[in-house]
């Protein structure tokens, strides 16, 4: 059986990736005061350099900045304004920090940690704009100041998403080594999860495996594994078709080590995994042909009907669904979805619902025989175990209509395995 594996932003994080949107938030705060007079930085957040001092005290987060720039004021006697985190001179001629993008101001406001909830906020932010529209046009038809906000809305947004863009290709493509990894495991440690081995299951050995799909399939299963058995590893390529599609939600290269691995079939310590493949989905740093896809992706919500409505395609600029249409990604996962059965593997991705629309395609679609999910796993300061196997399975459950369906498809917690969290990539050398 194929299998359709799901990767996320936790992905990159098991891996050492530093992609998080605190990753991200902390490093502008950590080098706003080498950066602040590019115009990139200019356009979020206005520093006045005759007043750069205010930087002095900040060591890298929000936070911290925020308690610098009033201790900051307090010490010249300035105007620091704590709602809208801005400080000027006590006579108010000269502003000497403020937000310019007042979408990014929320964001840090709001202490988000994660980006499916940066886009969850553009969201709201721009269904409240459409409703206020629609409650304002009983009464008048002022459509200027609407279109006005939701362009603003757009462009603040935009500038996020080229600066976080500027970030990953920094700070992640061109400081680690794709093709290189170290740390306490090796790739081999989530690879073994895509192994195709003989499993006797038609003798009840390993019946864990067949617990994971519906009766109906069980027949198929055990079939495929007979035709396995007394066959040399090495011929396995040629006799026996499985695919593992890789749907990568990131803008990383993270994946392709497993994939140059799962299609090594030269190596003499090759394991038969089938072959793989690749689609990101979400898009490519610096490709033309596959740009970033940074937005809202739920038109089974019950306002896009609203937003559609509004018969100005300004407010449907950043649903991902348009962008899909961009290239042939999208298409050649509904191909591969049509073409066979498949096991899905959530490794690293929330499940949030900014990609509502085609996980739900996905997940309710008839080939799609189980949902396995690669929790993540951690110690609290009591050294005990926690997980969000259960957050997981909750987000899951949104994505389906029908949840007599969800309940078949999901696989137990007893089945499913913790994802690996010490396998690392190398630094390139400086000098690169």
């Not at 920094?170 to 081999?188: A, H, M, R």
């Not at 389906?400 to 390139?428: E, G, H, T, Y």
């Amino acid at each position: 059986m194929n299998k359709l594996i799901i990767i996320g932003n936790g992905f990159d994080l098991a891996h050492g990736l530093p992609t998080s949107y605190k990753h991200f938030i902390d490093n502008f705060w950590r080098n706003l005061s080498e950066n602040y007079k590019e115009d990139k930085i200019k356009g979020l957040a206005y520093v006045n350099q005759n007043y750069h001092r205010c930087l002095n005290n900040s060591t890298g987060t929000f936070e911290e900045f925020i308690i610098s720039l009033k201790e900051y004021s307090e010490e010249y006697s300035y105007v620091f304004d704590p709602e809208n985190y801005s400080c000027k001179t006590s006579d108010s001629k000269n502003i000497i920090f403020e937000f310019r993008n007042n979408f990014f101001k929320i964001i840090n406001k709001s202490s988000i940690l994660n980006w499916v909830d940066i886009e969850n906020e553009y969201y709201q932010k721009l269904k409240s704009i459409c409703k206020r529209k629609k409650a304002d046009s009983i009464e008048n038809n002022n459509n200027k100041e609407y279109s006005n906000s939701i362009k603003i809305l757009n462009d603040e947004f935009e500038q996020i998403k080229l600066l976080f863009e500027k970030y990953l290709i920094e700070n992640i493509n061109e400081k680690f080594d794709f093709e290189k990894n170290t740390g306490n495991s090796e790739p081999e440690e989530i690879l073994k999860y895509f192994n195709i081995e003989f499993q006797d299951l038609e003798n009840h050995k390993n019946l864990e495996i067949l617990a994971e799909f519906p009766k109906e399939d069980h027949k198929s299963l055990i079939e495929f594994d007979n035709n396995l058995k007394n066959k040399q590893t090495q011929n396995l390529r040629n006799e026996v078709e499985s695919i593992n599609l890789f749907l990568n939600f990131n803008y990383t290269n993270t994946a392709n080590i497993y994939i140059k691995k799962i299609n090594n079939y030269n190596d003499p310590n090759y394991d038969f995994r089938g072959s793989a493949l690749q689609i990101q989905i979400h898009g490519r740093l610096k490709d033309k042909a596959n740009e970033m896809n940074f937005g809202f992706g739920d038109e089974m919500d019950e306002d896009y009907k609203l937003i559609e409505n509004l018969d100005n395609n300004e407010y449907l600029k950043n649903f991902k669904s348009f962008k899909y249409l961009q290239n042939s990604n999208y298409k050649q996962l509904i191909d591969f979805i049509d073409s066979s059965k498949f096991q899905v593997y959530i490794m690293g991705h929330s499940c949030g619902l900014s990609d509502r629309t085609m996980l739900n395609t996905i997940f309710e679609h008839d080939n799609c025989r189980s949902i396995k999910v690669f929790y993540y796993q951690w110690k609290n300061e009591n050294e005990e175990i926690n997980d969000n196997y259960t957050e997981l399975i909750q987000n899951i459950s949104r994505h389906f209509n029908d949840k007599k369906i969800m309940r078949s498809k999901i696989v137990n917690k007893s089945l499913c395995n913790a994802l690996p969290q010490d396998i690392r990539f190398i630094k390139k050398p400086i000098h690169e």
